[in-house]
């Protein structure tokens, strides 16, 4: 397999799947040939950026790369930060190599720096023996592009895409690979109205007891709390208002911010009433594993919450795409961090927070249906 049909392959799945094509990194026209050095192309989805940068090898040898374009790649990558003022980018640095290239030992060196505000990552795609080799401590890892790098390898379909040509042009690859972008369905209008909704409830709730002073608390406490050994004997009414009550404003704020974060993509993509149920169905399942597990009277919002928390990472996962600027790993890190921060502040009720995530993912997952289309 040649460089010029692995290029064309990967250049167009990377387009595919919400990558831009950077034409000033390109240093030999429009085409993508045996002569062309190097292909940039940058995610801007996502809270991190990302971007691949393809070197051939054939013409890009190891002291090239290190004197003259890396220091031109960091320069145009640190110049991209600073005019949207992010504050760090993953670059995958792809050598894609016909035959063995003088990078081993570069490879072998410990280089890699978390620390920087342009990360580099070292991949080689060996077209000679159709495997990926990976720089010294660096990942292996990065969200889907192991899988569209070693997906590129396929020289048969390759050859079926792009008909063995001698050049293609990056437009022309870029135009086709943008038609099978697919986006997720809006079930919804733009305002999240239930959200809002659930959040003046919140607040109203929270208002009235403030107001009415300590009686007023100590009185909504003793109606509405999850007192474990009362549900247990038949007051289960208060695995629903509990729901609703909070202990104070910080508690009551934290949930709202929340609620708004993941509320509103949840009702986006699954629409007003499946929305409703994820977060009715994941408050309860919290309620009942906190009856379950705890002796202890609890109250709050947390777990109908994460249960929203849980369907927007079940449908980052189910349809391979972000959900309005979030994907799997961004959504699968929020969720391994919050569920993390309870085991560390014993005033949190943990069991709530991660019955509720369960349940709100099964939910979420179990709901969510073609829910793609082509842009």
């Known amino acids: 397999m040649s460089f010029a ?31 062309t050095k190097i292909i940039g192309l940058v995610n801007f989805t996502g809270s991190m950026w990302s971007a691949v940068v393809i070197l051939n090898t054939n013409i890009v040898d190891c002291e090239t790369y290190k004197a003259a374009i890396k220091p031109r790649l960091d320069a145009y990558f640190d110049s991209l930060l600073r005019e949207y003022g992010k504050k760090n980018m993953a670059v995958l640095n792809l050598f894609v190599s016909e035959k063995p290239s003088d990078y081993e030992s570069f490879f072998a060196a410990d280089n890699f720096d978390f620390d920087r505000p342009i990360i580099n990552i070292y991949w080689e795609a060996a077209l000679y023996d159709k495997s990926l080799k990976v720089a010294k401590n660096h990942p292996d890892k990065i969200e889907n592009l192991g899988e569209l790098v070693k997906t590129s390898f396929n020289f048969n379909q390759a050859a079926e895409e792009f008909n063995s040509a001698e050049h293609s042009s990056t437009h022309e690859i870029y135009e086709r690979a943008v038609s099978k972008r697919i986006k997720l369905k809006e079930r919804s209008g733009p305002v999240p109205i239930a959200t809002f909704i659930l959040i003046i409830i919140n607040m109203a709730i929270h208002a009235i007891i403030a107001t009415g002073g300590p009686p007023w608390f100590f009185f909504a406490m003793e109606s509405g709390a999850l007192v474990p050994r009362l549900v247990i004997n038949g007051q289960y009414y208060r695995l629903f208002t509990s729901m609703f009550l909070h202990a104070n404003f910080m508690h009551l704020l934290n949930n709202c911010f929340s609620l708004y974060i993941f509320g509103s993509r949840a009702e986006r993509f699954y629409g007003t009433l499946k929305f409703c ?61 919050s569920v993390g921060m309870g085991f560390v502040r014993p005033e949190i009720n943990n069991h709530a927070h991660i019955g509720g995530l369960l349940a709100g993912f099964i939910a979420g997952y179990l709901l969510f249906k073609r829910g793609i289309e082509n842009e």
């Open 277 to 337: 149920a994820i977060y009715l169905l994941s408050g309860i399942f919290g309620g009942i594993v906190s009856t379950l597990l705890l002796p202890y009277a609890t109250i709050g919002a947390s777990g109908a919450v994460f249960g929203l928390l849980g369907a927007v990472l079940a449908l980052t996962v189910k349809s391979k795409t972000d959900a309005a600027g979030v994907n799997y790993p961004v959504m699968l890190t929020i969720a391994m961090v």
């Open 5 to 35: 049909d692995y290029a064309r392959a990967l250049f167009e799945k990377l387009v595919a799947n919400n990558y831009e094509h950077i034409k000033g990194l390109d240093m030999v026209g429009d085409e993508i040939s045996y002569a």
